[in-house]
């Protein structure tokens, strides 16, 4: 059992693959206990193996392409969209907690900073293809009171971007590539859609360290998110 490895999903979800999917999706972006579960990854093999010669390869059923273009970015954002309403309802409760197995003040910390350098709509989108980050920044936004529709709008736009992006790349590669050889292409396809991801985030680190005026920081409503080791 391996609970990174989104063959080992999908071959053990059998006939329930493609709902499977769409469940993993929600759980990744909507319950903070979900940030382990694999994303890229295992958007990448659902569109490799939505491929009947594919799945039929691996003795898996074939996934439904349409099923999972339509389900998929419903379930990412439907599940943002709960992250953000329990930030936002529960506010420093959600994190005041013990570290554990589970759950790291670490990833918190992380999401907050990363809500903090790029501004509330882009990292809403940009955190989307930063594992860990994208599952625990939706309840962040909401303590740190961005508004509802606001969220709703970049959420949007990223979960569609992130999920069809990483679909249709790997339902491409599942109708180019020899079966027999799939494993081979699951985590480079990855790897080169988080590497695209990642060039706007690199260039707007470099355009704010040459010039640190030309783009504030995000000021207002916006600060460190508390947990239990601060003071009253």
């Known amino acids: 059992m391996n609970?990174?490895?989104p063959t080992w999903w999908l071959t053990i979800l059998g006939a329930f693959a493609t709902i499977g999917v769409l469940a993993i999706i929600f759980a990744e972006t909507g319950l903070l206990l979900g940030f382990f579960?694999?994303?890229?990854?295992?958007?990448?093999a659902a569109g490799i193996f939505s491929s009947a010669s594919v799945?039929?390869?691996m003795g898996i059923e074939p996934l439904s392409f349409p099923m999972l273009l339509i389900g998929t970015p419903l379930?990412?954002?439907?599940?943002?969209?709960?992250?953000?309403?329990?930030?936002a309802r529960f506010g420093r409760r959600m994190f005041d907690k013990p570290d554990s197995r589970l759950f790291?003040?670490?990833h918190v910390v992380r999401a907050e900073e990363f809500f903090?350098?790029?501004?509330?709509?882009?990292?809403?989108?940009?955190?989307?293809?930063?594992?860990?980050?994208?599952?625990?920044?939706?309840?962040?936004?909401?303590?740190l009171e961005m508004p509802a529709k606001r969220?709703?709008?970049?959420?949007v736009i990223g979960g569609v971007v992130w999920v069809e992006g990483?679909?249709?790349?790997?339902?491409?590669?599942?109708?180019k590539v020899d079966p027999k050889q799939i494993d081979k292409y699951i985590l480079p396809g990855v790897f080169l859609i988080v590497l695209i991801s990642l060039i706007p985030i690199i260039f707007e680190v470099v355009k704010r360290r040459r010039n640190p005026k030309a783009a504030p920081m995000p000021t207002g409503k916006h600060h460190r998110v508390p947990t239990s080791t601060d003071g009253p």
């Open 75 to 87: 379930c990412a954002i439907a599940g943002a969209q709960l992250g953000h309403f329990l930030g």
């Open 37 to 44: 579960l694999p994303g890229d990854s295992l958007l990448v």
């Open 55 to 57: 799945a039929v390869g």
């Open 3 to 5: 609970l990174l490895d």
């Open 104 to 106: 790291k003040r670490e």
């Open 166 to 175: 990483l679909l249709l790349l790997g339902h491409f590669l599942g109708n």
């Open 151 to 155: 969220f709703f709008v970049w959420n």
């Open 116 to 143: 903090e350098k790029f501004g509330p709509a882009k990292a809403v989108v940009l955190a989307r293809f930063v594992p860990i980050v994208r599952t625990f920044m939706n309840p962040v936004a909401g303590v």
